[in-house]
């Protein structure tokens, strides 16, 4: 599916239109007052990353998606892992398990059994206990 934008001195503005659109409408058009547009996925955000928006900018003479990201500042990065942490606690979060500062979450002290059983933690027990599936 191609897309075309509008073009105001040279420059993108608007939103894109569907190609089809732009064929129905081109005698009604001046030359040169679209370009072929691009549409970029926005990104998958790491745990630590601000996505600001896009913006419309040209890339090897097409007008694409721009997104921009940018990383937490470090008073951003403590106020995430404080929430995480109150959540946690608001659940009544076992207090075994440790924060991980990396993924911004609570991990457990012992990795979940890979044996293709089901299990549930038990915090009497600090470990994973099996349940039964029926």
Same mark, same amino acid.
């Given at each position: 599916? *191609?897309?075309?934008? /509008?073009?105001?001195?040279?420059?993108?503005?608007?939103?894109?239109?569907?190609?089809?659109?732009?064929?129905?409408?081109?005698?009604?058009?001046?030359?040169?007052?679209?370009? +072929?547009?691009?549409?970029?996925? $926005?990104?998958?955000?790491? #745990?630590?990353? #601000?996505?600001? @928006?896009?913006?419309?900018?040209?890339?090897? @003479? *097409?007008?694409?998606?721009?997104?921009?990201?940018?990383?937490? !500042? =470090?008073? +951003?990065? /403590?106020?995430?892992? $404080?929430?995480?942490? =109150?959540?946690? $606690? !608001?659940?009544?979060? !076992?207090?075994?398990?440790?924060?991980?500062?990396?993924?911004?979450?609570?991990?457990?002290?012992?990795?979940?059994?890979?044996?293709? *059983?089901?299990? *549930?933690?038990?915090? +009497?027990?600090?470990?994973?206990?099996?349940?039964?599936?029926?």
């Amino acid at each position: 599916m *191609k897309l075309y934008i /509008l073009l105001q001195d040279g420059m993108p503005i608007h939103h894109p239109i569907l190609e089809q659109n732009f064929l129905e409408n081109l005698s009604h058009l001046e030359p040169h007052q679209y370009a +072929e547009f691009i549409r970029r996925s $926005q990104p998958e955000l790491g #745990v630590y990353e #601000v996505y600001e @928006g896009v913006r419309y900018d040209w890339v090897d @003479g *097409k007008v694409e998606d721009i997104h921009m990201v940018r990383p937490m !500042s =470090d008073q +951003e990065k /403590l106020a995430k892992q $404080q929430e995480a942490k =109150d959540w946690w $606690q !608001s659940i009544n979060g !076992s207090t075994q398990w440790i924060f991980n500062e990396e993924t911004c979450r609570y991990v457990p002290p012992i990795a979940y059994p890979t044996d293709g *059983k089901y299990y *549930k933690w038990e915090d +009497e027990i600090n470990n994973w206990k099996e349940i039964q599936i029926e």
